[in-house]
C-alpha cells in the first residue's frame, strides 16, 4: 500500500491551562490555527493586544509562566493487518505532552525536530480526541539547569537549557514573548511493508551520491529506483533482512553546473527516489540538487591562515548579511515573505546569508528561494552566545535534531558551510565562562567532536567551522584577525566606525551599527507622545545594553547630536549608513587577504531600534542603500592605508574593469575646482587596486571635498568630521513630476550637498525610493524615483528631503 498522508490542521480549540493568565482568557476556549501560536490565536480573537505596539510585549509577560491544551477531534480507522498508523508532528514548541482519548503517546522538549507516535491499535473509526499540553518552557528550563548546573549565558532566562529558539526568550534586538503552539504541520501517515525514513542526495559538480535509510517492521523484499531529471535512472536492491539503507552512487558528468548569484546560472535538477515493493511504489520522496563543489581553504601563509570559500574553483568574496527570523511569530512568516526578504538582500548585491545559531533551522522554503536565487547560505547550529550542557536531557536533542535537519537541508546547493554556533567558543576564552564553569562542561564536545562526526557521517561534501568567530584547531584566539573568522564589536560597543581600521581580518562574519525604524515603523508602532528617544515605549523597543548612549557617542565623533527627536532620527540612521559603509569598503579593499564581509543584520523580527538595513516592516533603512552601493560588483571609495589616503577601484566581476579613468577632484563647496587630475583604472578580475592620492593642498578643510568619478560611480572624502564642516544648510531646489507609478522628484543643488536622501516613507507609509545618500556638486541634478499609490503635494517631498546639510547649523 503506498504512503497515505492527512493533514491534521483543522477543527482545534486552545485554551489557558494555568499559569498568571489574566481573567478574561483563563476560561475562553479559542478556535486555533494550526500551524500556529497561543499569541496569535489570542490576537487573532481579539483577547490580546498585538505585543509588537507600544508597552504591549512587558504587558503580556504573564505569558512565559502559562499552561495550554490544543485540542481538536480525530475520527480515523485503525490499523488494518500489517498497517502502520503515525501520528506526526514536524514541530511543537516547546515543552508539550501528546494525548490520544486521555492516552499519553509520549512527551517533548525540543521545537527544532520532529516527533512521530505509533497510534494504529489506538485509532477507533469513531470520533477521538488528539490533545496537545504545552508547559512553560521557562518552568522545564530551570527545572534543568537545577539538576545539571548552571552554564554562562548573557540573559536572564536559561534559554540554554531548553532547545526552543534562544531568541524567543528575549534577546538585544528581539522581544520576550516565548510562544508555545504546534508551531509546523501535522498529520497522519499510514503505510505498510516500508517506508522512507530519511533521504540525502549530495551532489557535487558531476556526481550525485543518494543515501536512503528504510523504516521496516520486517523482512520484505524492497529496491530503490532514483530518477535523475528525465534522463537517468537508476534501481537497487536492498537486502531483504538486517538494515536496510544503502548509497546509490551515480555519475553525472555532463551535469549543468549551479552558481551563486554574479557567476553563472542557478540550474537545479529534480531528483525522485521511490521505495518499491513487488513492483509497487510504497513511497517516494522528491527534492532538487544543484551540481557544484564547494571547499573552503584554510592553507597558511604570511599573514596567518586564509579563509576563503571556493565554489567549482572559484575563490568567492562573501558579499553577506546576517540572517535572523522574519518575524518572532514564526508561523506568520510565509514563502512570500521569505521571497521579499531574500530578494532584498540579493538587490543589496548580497551572495550569502548567515542563518545565525540564535534562531531556527530554517524554513525548506528559505533554502528553495536561494536555491533559486544563487544565494550562498551559511548554516549555524543553533546554539548561540551561551554555554550548553554536554549531558542528558540536553545532548540527546542536540544531536537528534542536528541528524535530522542535516538530512533535510542536504540537498540544498545554496548551502555551502556549516559553523558549530554563534560566539560560544569566544565567550568561553573571553568572557569569564571558566571560572564560571568550574569545570562543568560547555559545548567544545559538540564543535570538535559531534557535528564533525555527525557531518562527515551525513554531509561530506561541505566544509565545517567550529564557530564564528574560531580559528583553525584550537591554540590561536577565536578572534584572531590572522586566522578564521572574526566578529568586530569593539567599534559599535566602545569605540567608533573608523575602529575597523586597525584589523585586517581574513572573514568578518559579523559588524555592524545600529539605528531606529523607518519613521513610518515607528509611528506605526509608538503613540505620537512617546516619539521621543527616551519615553518608555521606545526604549522598549530599544533591547541593547546602552543602545541609545552608543547611539548618540557614535554621533559625537562625526556630527552634533540633535535635540529634536525628528532630527536625532535622522541623524543616526545616517550614522548607521556611514559606518555600514565605511566597514564594507574597508574589508572589501584588502581582498584577497580578506574573503569575506557578513553585516550584522539584513533583517529585524518586530519594529525596534536595531543594527537591521531593513526594518521590522520591511522598510529600507538608508544604511540598505549605503551597503548596495559598497557591495556593488564594482565599487569606489576612499580609505586610508598606512596612514595615506588612497582611492579604491573594488572589480568583483569576471571581466577586467580597463574601460574608464577615475577623475580625482578637490572641489570647494561652492563648486571650484581647486586640483584635479585622472588615474587610469586597470583592475584585473575579482581584484582590487589602490591608487595613492599623496599630499593635497587643503586651504580650508571645512569648505573643501574630494571626489572621485568613474564609470558612474561616485567616492568622496571630506577633510573634516560634519560638526566642523560649512555646509549650506538651505534645501536644495526641488521640481516634482507624477508619472505611472509614483513620482519623480528631481533635485538640484546650489552648493555641496552631502547624502541627499528623500525618505519616501515620510511622505506616505507605503511610498519607497528606488535611492538615496547621493552627493551633489552645485549645479548638479539627481532625479529620485518614488512609487506609491498616494496622492503627495510638493511641499511633502520637500519636508521628506534630508541631508548631511540639513542637520547643519
Known sequence: MVMRKTELHNGWTVRATGGPVPPEIADVTVPATVPGTVHTDLLAAGLIPDPYLGENEAALAWFHRSSWRYDTVLRAAPAEPGERVELVFDGLDTVASIELDGVELGRTANMHRSFRFDVGTLLTGEDQTLTVRFEPALDYAEKVQQEIGERPRPYPHPFNAVRKMACSFGWDWGPDLQTAGIWKPVRLERWSVARLAAVRPLATRTHLSVAVDVERPADATLALEVLVGEGIRRRHPLPRTGPATATVEIDVPDAPVWWPAGYGEQTLVPITVKLLHQGDTLDRHDSQVGFRDVRLDESPDEHGTAFTLVVNDQPIFVRGFNWIPEDHLLTRI??????RAVDRAAAANANLLRVWGGGIWESDDFYDVCDARGILVWQDFPLACAGYA??????????????????RLAPHPSLILWNGGNENIWGYEDWGWKAALNGLTWGARYYYEDFPALLAELDPTRPYHPGSPSSPGQDAHPNDDRHGTRHEWEAWNREDYTFHDRFVPRFCSEFGWQAPPAWSTLTETLEPGDLRKDSPAFLLHQKAEDGNGKLDRGL??????PSDFDDWHWATQLNQARATRHAVLHLRSHAPRTMGSILWQLNDCWPVTSWAVVDGAERLKPAWYAVRSAYAPRALGFVTRDGGLMLVAINDTAEAWTDAAAQIRQIGFDGKTISERT????????????????ELAVADPTREVLVADAGGLRATHLFAE???????????AM??????????????ATAYLRDGALLADRVAPDATVDDMLIDLLPGESHTFSVTTTATVDDAAFLAALRSANSLAG
Not at 559625537?556 to 547630536?561: A, I, L, P, Q
Not at 588615474?679 to 599623496?694: E, K, S, T, W, Y
Open 556 to 561: 559625537t565623533h562625526h556630527m552634533r547630536v
Open 735 to 748: 521640481d516634482v513630476r507624477r508619472v505611472g507609478t509614483g513620482y519623480e522628484v528631481t533635485v538640484t
Open 679 to 694: 588615474a587610469d583604472l586597470d583592475v584585473p578580475a575579482h581584484g582590487v587596486r589602490l591608487i595613492p592620492i599623496g
Open 390 to 407: 554536554e549531558e542528558e536531557p540536553i545532548r540527546s536533542e542536540i544531536l537528534a535534531e542536528a541528524r535530522e535537519n542535516v538530512t
Open 722 to 732: 560634519d560638526h566642523s564642516l560649512a555646509f549650506d544648510p538651505a534645501p536644495p
Open 334 to 339: 510565509t514563502r512570500t515573505r521569505l521571497e
